[in-house]
């Protein structure tokens, strides 16, 4: 187990860091314009980030172990098929839900 002292040293840490990030485009930034190539990057932000926090719970889900499961890969395909067919992502999150679900329950 960690002590008291370093866990509160790197919660500390942790949250000045976080509160450094924020502040360096809310405070530092502004109003202030951004150049084209960064606003052009930033843009890809979250296509970048959201495969990754979802990639691991559909390959390795904690739930089976680690094992890939039917359900999760199946939601993670409908899910992919009907975001990419009408690019709508509230219907994309919708009936990857519903597969997931709808799967775990007939499937268990």
Same mark, same amino acid.
């Given at each position: 187990? =960690?002590d008291?002292?370093? $866990?509160? =040293?790197?919660?500390?840490? *942790? /949250?000045?860091g976080?509160f450094? &990030?924020?502040?360096?485009?809310?405070g530092?930034v502004?109003?202030s314009a951004?150049p @084209?190539? *960064? $606003?052009?990057?930033l843009?890809?932000?979250?296509?970048? #980030?959201? @495969?990754?926090l979802v990639?691991?719970?559909? %390959?390795?889900?904690?739930a089976? /172990?680690?094992t890939?499961?039917p359900?999760? &890969?199946a939601?993670a #395909?409908?899910? &992919? !098929?009907?975001g990419l *067919?009408?690019?709508?992502? =509230? %219907?994309? #999150?919708l009936?990857g839900? /519903?597969? $997931?679900? /709808?799967l &775990?329950y007939? !499937?268990?």
């Amino acid at each position: 187990m =960690i002590d008291d002292g370093t $866990l509160w =040293i790197v919660i500390v840490v *942790l /949250g000045l860091g976080s509160f450094a &990030l924020r502040f360096m485009f809310t405070g530092l930034v502004g109003n202030s314009a951004m150049p @084209p190539w *960064l $606003l052009r990057h930033l843009r890809y932000t979250a296509v970048a #980030i959201l @495969p990754a926090l979802v990639a691991p719970q559909v %390959l390795w889900p904690t739930a089976t /172990g680690g094992t890939p499961d039917p359900a999760r &890969l199946a939601a993670a #395909i409908v899910t &992919l !098929l009907v975001g990419l *067919l009408t690019r709508n992502v =509230i %219907l994309a #999150i919708l009936s990857g839900g /519903g597969t $997931l679900y /709808g799967l &775990l329950y007939l !499937l268990s």
